[in-house]
């Protein structure tokens, strides 16, 4: 199966701060990968698709970028709802595994 | 409004079973893969399972495989997962969410989430 491993695991930011947030993978996997949000006490949302296509109704200060084993989420300018657990997911083969979680907090 | 709704968690002792179903609406449920995936409380999405469009072809982790089984019924627009043999460690809020369209698979929409609590 293959592995995802985001980093950092938590990170503390101010509003207005531009925000990168990694995710690699433990073998190639292209294209296919995805980015989620998720708040507190709510389902996950999905932000990012094919590593850098902004899902429908996203905010454009969302992007994502990457092929083969390394990838990024960035955050141009945090508002402050944006701060949230994100999760990236592989979806090159299954199982389509997530990442652990990069809890973005306010500073 | 497309939609998903989650039912059927509750408190089950270790070794019981639970059924849990996925209501779809807003959407034609028959042509999308769905999935479950589950959180611990405090912990990460744990991937748990999938079933094609037509439920023909199904998908397990291991960590579930020979005690759940994901199933279906295109004409009642709902997604279920039966678990057996609970454990612990299976105490989690469940979602369902669904498959969206292109060759890219990703996860577009998502339930609200039921809570199954695994406890003698």
């Known amino acids: 199966d293959i592995q995802m491993t985001q ?8 509003v207005g701060d531009r925000v990168t947030i990694t995710c690699r993978a433990s073998q190639s996997i292209s294209s296919y ?42 955050i ?3 508002q402050p709802e944006d701060f949230a657990t994100y999760y990236c997911q ?10 652990q979680g990069t809890k973005l907090e306010i500073k | 409004e497309v939609q998903l709704v989650e039912s ?10 639970l059924r849990l179903s996925c209501a779809a609406s807003g959407f034609t449920f028959s042509s999308y893969a769905m999935h479950w995936v589950r959180q611990a409380p405090g912990k990460g999405l744990e ?7 037509n439920g023909g072809s199904t998908y397990y982790a291991n ?39 292109g060759d890219y698979v990703a996860f577009d929409i998502w339930g609200q989430g039921t809570m199954v609590t695994v406890s003698s």
Do not use: H
């Open chain 1, 76 to 78: 141009s300018s945090l």
């Open chain 1, 33 to 74: 990968l995805n980015w989620y949000q998720q708040k507190p006490g709510k389902a996950p949302k999905l932000l990012i698709y094919a590593a850098s296509s902004l899902q429908s109704g996203v905010p454009s200060r969302f992007s994502g970028s990457g092929s083969g084993t390394d990838f990024t989420l960035t």
């Open chain 2, 8 to 17: 059927g968690g509750g408190l089950v002792q270790p070794g019981g079973s």
């Open chain 1, 90 to 99: 592989q979806s090159y083969s299954t199982p389509p595994a997530f990442g």
């Open chain 1, 7 to 14: 980093s950092p695991s938590s990170l503390s930011a101010s």
């Open chain 2, 63 to 101: 960590s579930v495989k020979g005690r759940f089984t994901i199933s279906r019924d295109n004409s009642k627009n709902t997604l279920y997962l039966q678990m057996g043999s609970l454990r612990a460690e299976d105490m989690a809020v469940y979602y369902c969410a669904r498959e969206g369209d």
């Open chain 2, 47 to 53: 991937y748990v399972s999938a079933i094609s469009s």
